[in-house]
């Protein structure tokens, strides 16, 4: 997510009980484990997500 640090206001990850994971961008929920997709995430799936979510044609912050 560093790579889109210009366009993130505030960024947090807040785990449930049960084994409940949900994204969300600005109230919008992205991905649950538990009620839409009933699985683990796969490896870059939350950061595809959030690019779908700001839009595709943004740009990554510049790495040094």
């Known amino acids: 997510m560093s790579r889109y640090q210009h366009v993130i206001k505030e960024f947090a ?33 939350i950061l595809q997500l959030f690019r779908d979510y700001i839009d595709p044609a943004t740009m990554e912050y510049p790495q040094s």
């Open 13 to 45: 990850l807040v785990t449930g009980s049960g084994g409940a994971f949900e994204f969300k961008v600005n109230g919008d929920l992205l991905y649950s484990k538990l009620s839409m997709q009933k699985r683990h995430a796969d490896e870059g799936e």
